[in-house]
């Protein structure tokens, strides 16, 4: 096993913990029989109106236009 440099381990941190936020939009149910794929639940647009604005604060805060 390769050891990870700390740029990896923060990208698989970071990973993880968004993972794990969505992880209750996902529904097993398949939405076609046939595949037996599940699909992702709309989180709406307040959700992504408030992600936006985390996304400009964090390229703010680094100094990123």
Known sequence: MVPMTSEEAKFV???TR???RMQ????AEPLLA???KGYMKSEGV???QR???NL???ASA???P
């Open 13 to 15: 941190k970071a990973a």
């Open 18 to 20: 968004n993972g794990i």
């Open 24 to 27: 209750h939009r996902f529904v």
């Open 34 to 36: 046939k595949t037996g």
């Open 46 to 48: 307040e959700t992504l």
């Open 51 to 53: 992600i936006k604005a």
């Open 56 to 58: 400009k604060k964090r």
């Open 62 to 64: 680094h100094g990123h």
